[in-house]
């Protein structure tokens, strides 16, 4: 079986196994907490956010080890999306059903699909197109990076987050379906509402 890498890194550090030192600590809080100040959401809503997603994680690994394996979680503003590849729908309909019962939750999306495990070349597909279009993102001066969340199942991207007009969130989505192996691209999206001029 392939633990999924989210997964593992969500292990680890609940198990104080990652960046043990005091300076990694530091420095890797210091980043984080200067990603975070960036985003839409701010400082409380990614630790709102992060809380949410270990709850389910928590969940999960509780009811059923196996569920934490091929299937991931991704909250932008308290809500979920799961997504990710079950063996049968009685897995699929109990991680749905455990991520509604995570205190904080607002909204599940469900795109987990039934199916056989990935093999590594997949995955290791679906990772570079993840990391592709994140990189893309970062580097495109007419869109702001931090508020997307990206996750990648078979070819087929998800994008979560807060785009700050369509104009933009189009970008993301041309940006990814532009990607070598991109099948589809399923947006969760919201657009920031306008604000009136010389609002204060």
């Given amino acids: 079986m392939i633990l ?3 997964a593992l890194l969500v292990v680890l550090a609940m198990f104080g196994l990652v ?9 890797g809080a210091g980043a984080a907490t200067g990603v975070a ?4 959401r701010g400082i409380e809503g990614v630790a709102r956010d992060t809380a949410i997603e270990a709850r389910i ?16 979680i991704e909250v932008y503003e308290s ?3 799961l997504t990710g590849i079950a063996p049968s729908e009685q897995e699929r309909a109990e991680a749905v059903g455990l991520a509604w019962k995570a205190d904080g939750v607002e909204d599940v999306m469900n795109e987990i699909i039934i199916g056989e495990p990935p093999g590594l070349g997949e995955v290791a597909r679906d990772t570079a197109i993840t990391a592709e279009l994140k990189s893309r993102l970062t580097f ?7 508020n ?15 785009a ?6 189009d970008q993301v989505i041309a940006r990814a379906r532009n990607i070598s192996y991109v099948k589809r691209v399923i947006s969760y999206v919201r657009i920031k509402p306008a604000t009136k001029a010389g609002a204060s």
């Fill in 37 to 40: 100040a960036y985003q839409e």
């Fill in 19 to 27: 960046a043990c030192d005091p300076i990694s600590l530091t420095l």
């Fill in 140 to 146: 495109d001066e007419k869109v702001l990076a931090v």
């Fill in 79 to 81: 809500r979920a999306l």
């Fill in 57 to 72: 994680f928590k969940l999960w690994a509780q009811s059923d080890k196996k569920l934490v394996v091929h299937m991931s």
């Fill in 148 to 162: 997307y969340a990206i996750e990648t199942v078979r070819g087929t991207v998800f994008l979560l987050g807060i």
């Fill in 4 to 6: 999924n890498p989210r």
């Fill in 164 to 169: 700050q007009n369509k104009q933009e969130l």
